[in-house]
Every structure is written in C-alpha cells, then in structure tokens.
T-cell receptor, first 115, second 113 residues
Framework: GAGVSQSPRYKVAKRGQDVALRCDPISGHVSLFWYQQALGQGPEFLTYFQNEAQLDKSGLPSDRFFAERPEGSVSTLKIQRTQQEDSAVYLC?????????????FGPGTRLTVL | ELKVEQNPLFLSMQEGKNYTIYCNYSTTSDRLYWYRQDPGKSLESLFVLLSNGAVKQEGRLMASLDTKARLSTLHITAAVHDLSATYFCASRTGSTNAGKSTFGDGTTLTVKP
C-alpha cells in the first residue's frame, strides 16, 4: 500500500514568506507526527496529533509555527514569516493504532530552504 | 528532559569487519527504535526493542537493549558496502499511540572495500 507522502518535496522561500507543508499519512493511521531535521542532526520532535486532536505541540520552536489536521487525515504544517534558521528537512510520520511496537513510518520529507 | 546520545558519530570500516554502535538514553524508555537513513532519503525502521534483554537480528545487523544500563547497541557483522548509511536510535516514552520519539544525532557509517 501507499506510504506516507509529503508535498512539496523541495521548497525555496524568501525570508519573511509564509509556507505550507502537506503530509498525507498512511490510511487508517491515527497518530501523526512532525519532526524537523537540520543538516547533520537527528530529527527533532515538533508536534503530534491523534486523529484531529493536537495532543502535544511542545516542540514547535515559535508561534510562527502552526500545524493542523482538521479531518484527522491530511496534516499541514505552516510556517509564517520564515527565517533562515527555519531551513531544514521537515519529516512527517504516522503510526497505526493498537500495535505494541507502534512503529512510526516516515515520509520522504520536505526540504525547506529560506534565502 | 530525555536525552539520547550515540557514539561514535562517524565510523569508517572495512568490508568484512565487525563493529558496534552505542546508544545511551537518559531516562526510562518504553521503546527503543533503530532507523537507517540513506543520503537524501527518509528514515527506514530497522528494529523496535521493547523490553530488557531484547535482541533483534536482521541480516548482518543485530540490536540489543539493556534497560538497566539505559543502553542499546547495534552490532554490525562482516560489514558490506551496502550497509553504508546513517543509523539513528530513538527512545520513546508514553503509552501506545502517544509520546514523541527523541533521536540521537546519528552514526554515519562508511564501509570501504
């Protein structure tokens, strides 16, 4: 079946522009996670949804970052007034309910470059 | 705050050799994951370790977990070039379908002929 998909795969923004990154999780996956991966580092947690509820947004670096999942499926991560330090790969992951291992399946990521 | 530390961060080894990557985590963990990431690609799940003494093996890779020492290891046996990649461990707390994963900084493995 289809895995997690993300779009766009690459995004170049001028400093100060707003961007929206989309994530389509695996069908039926209740949980959805956003991570930020800077060059040469491990992914860092941003936020987590269970269905449409945003249960944890402790990793969002500032109030310029906003995520939503209004119908409990597709999610959008929005970054307002982008800054150069926002340049990174943004990874989305989803996981299946009720499994012991609760493995997160990652999408290909969106590489954001802020000029 | 949960912290995850991997070492080494960079590893260059010859084909046919054995080596171990170490992953230390700072607080109690419910699950310990190992992922592989190829350049420009996303993360591929390799192993999930759930309990003390758990050992999982797939091909030339074997992962183990010691919850008392808060240590997981990824052992590479008779390395081949195809294993060249960055390997991440991640610790996760919380009940099923809850809780974020905290990742180490990764170990970049290069296997030379």
């Amino acid at each position: 079946g289809a895995g997690v998909s993300q779009s766009p795969r690459y995004k170049v923004a001028k400093r100060g522009q707003d961007v929206a990154l989309r994530c389509d999780p695996i069908s039926g996956h209740v949980s959805l996670f956003w991570y930020q991966q800077a060059l040469g580092q491990g992914p860092e947690f941003l936020t987590y949804f269970q269905n449409e509820a945003q249960l944890d947004k402790s990793g969002l670096p500032s109030d310029r970052f906003f995520a939503e999942r209004p119908e409990g499926s597709v999610s959008t991560l929005k970054i307002q007034r982008t800054q150069q330090e926002d340049s990174a790969v943004y990874l989305c992951a989803s996981s299946s309910p009720g499994t012991v291992t609760d493995t997160q399946y990652f999408g290909p990521g969106t590489r954001l470059t802020v000029l | 705050e949960l912290k995850v530390e991997q070492n080494p961060l960079f590893l260059s080894m010859q084909e046919g050799k054995n080596y171990t990557i170490y992953c230390n985590y700072s607080t109690t963990s419910d699950r310990l994951y190992w992922y592989r990431q190829d350049p420009g690609k996303s993360l591929e799940s390799l192993f999930v370790l759930l309990s003390n003494g758990a050992v999982k093996q797939e091909g030339r890779l074997m992962a183990s977990l010691d919850t008392k020492a808060r240590l997981s290891t990824l052992h590479i046996t008779a390395a081949v070039h195809d294993l060249s990649a960055t390997y991440f461990c991640a610790s996760r707390t919380g009940s099923t379908n809850a809780g974020k994963s905290t990742f180490g900084d990764g170990t970049t493995l290069t296997v030379k002929p």
